[in-house]
């Protein structure tokens, strides 16, 4: 850390810096609520979809009991072929969106399959764009949470730190000044003094 200059430019300075920091502080605590309510959206959000999974899941298992019997193949009826994922700014931060998602449905004759299936088709294909919302979902609250850390700690840094730091320095410089001011005053006065007693 630099040593302190007990100056009158020194003082200027430090002004100036404080100034800075306090006109800088608002906006950054604006954004560190800014973000914490993004976050928070986000949470909601990702909390509602594994709700969707599990309602997915107890809807399929109601629906279709008939999954049990392990002679139906079932496994690649639906695939996923192509995700598109794009970018969205939220509060100056880049986060993951869902553009696009494709799922393919294995053709398969409605004589020779269950009729169930269909049902089952709908039911693989939901669950399949929920799991992916999920993943995004859970990627916006990480990297929301590691901006909102980011800012949180700036905001500490100038609360906390920077601004009582040059508080605390203006007014050692500002004391020392003032002593310096007294001081010079006290020599003056004596100088003139012993030079009347002088000329006496």
Known sequence: MARLAYSKASLSKLGTKLKRYKKFLPSLDLKRQQLAAERKKAQVRLQQTELDIEQCYKQTAAMLPMMADKSIPVADLVKLTQVEIGEENVVG????????????????????????????????????????????????VEILGLALKKVTQR??????????QAQQDIRKIRIYLSDMDTAGVVRAKSTKQKRLREAG
């Open 155 to 164: 905001v500490n840094l100038f609360d906390k730190v920077l601004i009582p």
């Open 93 to 140: 931060v880049h986060v993951p969106v869902l553009d696009k998602m494709t799922v393919d449905i294995r053709p398969y004759s409605l004589f020779t399959e269950p009729h169930w299936v269909d049902q089952l088709v709908v039911q693989l294909k939901l669950m399949m764009e929920l799991k992916i919302r999920q993943k995004i979902d859970a990627q916006r």
